[in-house]
């Protein structure tokens, strides 16, 4: 059993940056692929990014590529997401996953209770 903890939430303007940070517990972090994902009011939950167990290899949807990096300390057991030159689009709820998947797409096993992210214009 995995839980995850995502913090890092607020409410920001259009350019700026925010770092969301989700930490899990457990002492099995490193076995997991991590992902983010994202729900907008109204809309499905959509993929956002993820990360390979030592870090490797990192996964994006096309809207946030070149704006947001996934990364992840493993002695930490924390998975981060920097995301910078904000939209208004980018508001949503945003959670971390974990996945004991070995191919991409991934299927996620554990999820987080998510925190908000707001961009205004």
């Known amino acids: 059993q995995v839980q995850l903890v995502e913090s890092g939430g607020g409410l920001v303007q259009a350019g700026e940056s925010l770092r969301l940070s989700c930490a899990a517990s457990g002492h099995t972090f490193s076995t997991y692929v991590m992902g983010w994902f994202r729900q907008a009011p109204g809309k499905e939950r959509e993929f956002v990014a993820a990360?390979?167990?030592?870090?490797?290899?990192?996964y994006y949807a096309d809207s946030v590529k070149g704006r947001f990096t996934i990364f992840r300390d493993n002695a930490k057991n924390t998975v981060y997401l920097q995301m910078n030159s904000l939209k208004p689009e980018d508001t949503a709820v945003y959670y971390c996953a974990a996945s004991r998947s070995y191919s991409y797409p991934f299927d996620y096993n554990y999820w987080g209770q998510g925190t908000q992210v707001t961009v205004s214009s």
């Open positions: 990360i390979g167990r030592i870090g490797a290899n990192r």
